[in-house]
Nanobody, 129 residues
Framework: QVQLVESGGNLVQPGGSLRLSCAAS????????ITWFRQAPGKEREGVSC????????YYADSVKGRFTISRDGAKNSVYLQMNSLKPEDTAVYYC??????????????????????WGQGTQVTVSS
């Protein structure tokens, strides 16, 4: 059974850091595209960062460039999102999603939610003093 489980969300003060984890089971992440999305109350789901496990390419939303880093651990079949210098506007539920269907994504289309096939349940990140 294919499953994605996110963890690591928490309440953190502005300027703080968090590391989110996305653990996959039922399939190997080694050959797919994995993306972190987030959704704040009243807003649309937006792509935050993407990694192509096959070629290592990474992409970031402009709002998080220089602050967030996506990485992958093949041995643990997991993807991580290191979030530094957090801001109140980073508050959202964070989801990981995997694209397993044929066809790749690139810098022009990685952030579309419809391009992904499996989703986790989400983890809450709250940035507040």
């Amino acid at each position: 059974q294919v499953q994605l489980v996110e963890s690591g969300g928490n309440l953190v003060q502005p300027g703080g850091s968090l590391r989110l984890s996305c653990a996959a089971s039922g399939f190997p992440l080694d050959y797919y595209i994995i993306t972190w999305f987030r959704q704040a109350p009243g807003k649309e789901r937006e792509g935050v960062s993407c990694i192509n496990a096959e070629d290592g390419a990474t992409y970031y939303a402009d709002s998080v460039k220089g602050r967030f880093t996506i990485s992958r651990d093949g041995a643990k079949n997991s993807v991580y999102l290191q979030m530094n210098s957090l801001k109140p506007e980073d508050t959202a539920v964070y989801y990981c999603a995997v694209r397993t269907r044929p066809g790749t994504l690139d810098g022009s289309n990685w952030y579309g939610a419809r391009a992904y096939d499996y989703w986790g349940q989400g983890t809450q990140v709250t940035v507040s003093s």
